[in-house]
């Protein structure tokens, strides 16, 4: 079967880093997305990687590890407009996308 | 303004009611999508067209039912709604739906309740 496993709720403090762990399982693999998505709200892409390796875009960076079937998010110096859910996705050998549940992200003063 | 229309934004349908979510983009992308996103759970995609007249059977589609007449509109209908199908609907669009790059570009969402 097809599976997107990621943390349910993570929470940090402004100013600091957090990492957001996704780890998939899909028939084939062309690819994963991270979506941020705040309460109420569509979710709106953030990245994608292809390759292994780290893609890094302003205080937002991904990874892929595809032998591993892992992905991160690595988010740094927190804002408090930060807290959102954050979806991980991955694309499968017929080119649709796969969620993970998302992982709700706490920003603490 | 460019994007992803959704509406309505909001419905409280009876049960055994037929309802109509309608999508608009003019973006021309070629593909679209239907998902329902549900607490606890990841978007789940109920069907979509990689092209006007075209579509196809996603991981929930029992109950629903979608066409694709033209490249902008891609409405979803459920036939006799049912408590169940109580959700955020969420339509999407995509340039290609049969590229690895699938970046989807999503309507701000319709919230219905079945009672």
């Known amino acids: 079967g097809q599976n997107i496993d990621q943390p349910t709720e993570m929470t940090a403090t402004e100013g600091a880093i957090v990492q957001i762990n996704c780890t998939y399982q899909?028939?084939?693999?062309?690819?994963l997305f991270w979506y941020q998505q705040h309460a109420g709200e569509a979710p709106t892409f953030l990245s994608y990687n292809v390759l292994d390796g780290l893609e890094e875009k302003g205080r937002f960076s991904s990874f892929l590890s595809r032998s591993k079937g892992y992905s991160y998010l690595l988010l740094k110096e927190l804002q408090m407009k930060d807290s959102a859910s954050y979806l991980c996705a991955a694309t499968d050998s017929n080119y649709q996308l796969i969620w993970g549940a998302g992982t709700k992200l706490i920003i603490k003063p | 303004i460019a994007g992803i229309t959704q509406a309505p934004t909001s419905q409280i349908l009876a049960a055994g009611r037929r309802m109509t979510l309608r999508c608009t983009q003019d973006m021309r992308h070629n593909a679209m999508y239907w998902y329902r996103q549900d607490l606890g759970l990841g978007l789940r995609l109920i069907h979509y067209?990689?092209?006007?007249?075209?579509?196809g059977k996603g991981e929930v589609p029992d109950g629903y039912s979608v066409s694709r007449a033209n490249t902008d509109d891609f409405p979803l209908t459920l036939a006799s709604a049912v408590p169940s199908q109580t959700s955020v609907y969420f339509c999407?669009?995509?340039?290609?739906?049969?590229?690895?790059?699938?970046?989807?570009?999503f309507g701000p969402g319709t919230r219905l309740t079945v009672l």
């Open positions: 999407a669009s995509s340039d290609s739906g049969t590229s690895s790059y699938n970046e989807q570009f």
């Open positions: 067209s990689n092209t006007a007249g075209t579509t």
């Open positions: 899909t028939s084939g693999f062309n690819g």
